[in-house]
């Protein structure tokens, strides 16, 4: 009779204890994808931001990680983003311009002077009139622009020593304008190529090289078949993280005060993680990887540079315009 008991006890406790396991359960799943690894930069900043939405959200909101181009890919993404269909994405801010053109004022070759001015401007008026008005002209939220590194150049035929040693050299770039007239503008031919057909262009040689974050140089294992290392600094790579207007209003008010600050805070976190990680992984390049670096006179880059800055300026109007006088005064 005691053991009937027992058995009778049991099915109301099960049934609690399940009760129990589901209200701890998210309410809302946040799908965030990226096109590189899992562990590259996307990915690793794509975990801390998981991470602070549990913790802002006390486990309701549940973000899901997606590398390697599953629910899109880099240039598919923010359409998808406008229609509805993709949650949030990181994605690389040159390749953000075809959708909204007033990204390139950040893309613009040697815009920024050094890492105290970007961050200014990032993490500013500027940036915050930038994350506003993408979204008034999008629907599309800007949630965090993330950490800022350097794209470092690399190719398979020769040193890069002066300007000249350029002349020719079948380069890939984004499906980007200020991209392809930079390369240009360098002596390069630039050969627009999405990023999925990257990798195969590189390692068949179908192109001579191309520039990238210098940790995607090595997350992509590039430097395999790339063996000369060019720093030009000549452009900042960083890769937003995006969330679609359909996503953020499925949240109450206190949600999306979550995901914002959640989004801040990854990005202020991972900036301090990876701030001395170019050169550590230019370094890692040279001696594991067995490029060969060079470090040319950077003043013809720059000088033409320039050029390609007032040509944009010239092209793009008014908005433009006073977003790069904008962000030249934070330099001061």
Same mark, same amino acid.
């Given at each position: 009779?005691?053991?009937?008991?027992?058995?009778?006890?049991?099915?109301?406790? @099960?049934?609690?204890?399940? *009760?129990?396991?589901?209200?701890?359960?998210?309410?809302?799943?946040?799908?965030?994808?990226?096109?590189?690894?899992?562990? *590259?930069?996307?990915?690793?900043?794509?975990?801390?931001?998981?991470?602070? +939405?549990?913790?802002? *959200?006390?486990?309701?909101?549940? /973000?899901? @990680?997606?590398?390697?181009?599953?629910?899109?890919?880099?240039?598919?993404?923010?359409?998808?983003?406008?229609?509805?269909?993709?949650?949030?994405?990181?994605?690389?801010?040159?390749?953000?311009?075809?959708?909204?053109?007033?990204?390139?004022?950040? +893309?613009?070759?040697?815009? &920024?002077?050094?890492?105290?001015? @970007?961050?200014?401007?990032?993490?500013?008026?500027?940036?915050?009139?930038?994350?506003?008005?993408?979204?008034?002209?999008?629907? /599309?939220?800007?949630?965090?622009?993330?950490?800022?590194?350097?794209?470092?150049?690399?190719?398979?035929?020769?040193?890069?020593?002066?300007?000249?040693?350029?002349?020719?050299?079948?380069?890939?770039?984004?499906?980007?304008?200020?991209?392809?007239?930079?390369?240009?503008? &360098?002596?390069?031919?630039?050969?627009?190529?999405?990023?999925?057909?990257?990798?195969?262009?590189?390692?068949?040689?179908?192109?001579?090289?191309?520039?990238?974050?210098?940790?995607?140089?090595?997350?992509?294992?590039?430097?395999?078949?790339?063996?000369?290392?060019?720093?030009?600094?000549?452009? /900042?790579? &960083?890769?937003? @993280?995006?969330?679609?207007?359909?996503?953020?209003?499925?949240?109450?008010?206190?949600?999306?005060?979550?995901?914002?600050?959640?989004?801040?805070?990854?990005?202020?976190?991972?900036?301090?993680?990876?701030?001395?990680?170019?050169?550590?992984?230019?370094?890692?390049?040279?001696?594991?990887?067995?490029?060969?670096?060079?470090?040319?006179?950077?003043?013809? &880059?720059?000088?033409?540079?320039?050029?390609?800055?007032?040509?944009?300026?010239?092209?793009?109007?008014?908005?433009?315009?006073?977003?790069?006088?904008?962000?030249?005064?934070?330099?001061?």
């Amino acid at each position: 009779m005691k053991l009937w008991n027992l058995k009778k006890m049991a099915v109301p406790v @099960l049934a609690f204890a399940l *009760s129990a396991t589901s209200t701890l359960a998210a309410d809302i799943t946040m799908n965030v994808g990226f096109g590189a690894p899992e562990e *590259s930069l996307y990915g690793r900043f794509g975990k801390i931001f998981q991470q602070k +939405v549990a913790e802002h *959200s006390d486990g309701a909101i549940e /973000v899901k @990680l997606r590398c390697c181009n599953q629910i899109s890919s880099e240039d598919e993404a923010f359409k998808a983003m406008q229609l509805g269909t993709v949650d949030g994405f990181f994605i690389t801010a040159n390749n953000v311009s075809p959708h909204w053109s007033l990204m390139d004022v950040t +893309v613009l070759p040697y815009i &920024f002077q050094n890492a105290e001015h @970007l961050d200014r401007v990032l993490n500013g008026e500027v940036g915050q009139q930038m994350k506003d008005q993408l979204q008034a002209d999008t629907s /599309v939220h800007l949630l965090a622009f993330g950490p800022a590194l350097y794209r470092d150049f690399y190719n398979s035929v020769r040193p890069v020593n002066t300007m000249a040693d350029m002349e020719g050299l079948k380069i890939r770039v984004p499906k980007n304008e200020v991209m392809i007239a930079t390369f240009e503008a &360098f002596g390069a031919n630039p050969v627009p190529l999405a990023w999925s057909e990257t990798p195969t262009a590189l390692q068949t040689g179908t192109v001579d090289g191309g520039d990238n974050g210098t940790s995607f140089i090595r997350d992509m294992k590039f430097f395999e078949f790339e063996p000369h290392l060019v720093i030009l600094e000549h452009f /900042v790579a &960083f890769a937003p @993280l995006f969330a679609s207007d359909n996503f953020m209003k499925k949240l109450s008010d206190e949600q999306r005060a979550q995901i914002l600050a959640a989004a801040e805070e990854a990005g202020a976190e991972y900036a301090a993680q990876v701030a001395t990680e170019t050169e550590e992984v230019r370094k890692w390049l040279v001696e594991e990887g067995g490029m060969a670096r060079t470090d040319p006179d950077r003043s013809d &880059f720059i000088a033409a540079a320039k050029g390609v800055q007032q040509e944009f300026a010239e092209q793009r109007g008014e908005e433009f315009i006073a977003l790069v006088n904008a962000i030249q005064a934070a330099a001061e």
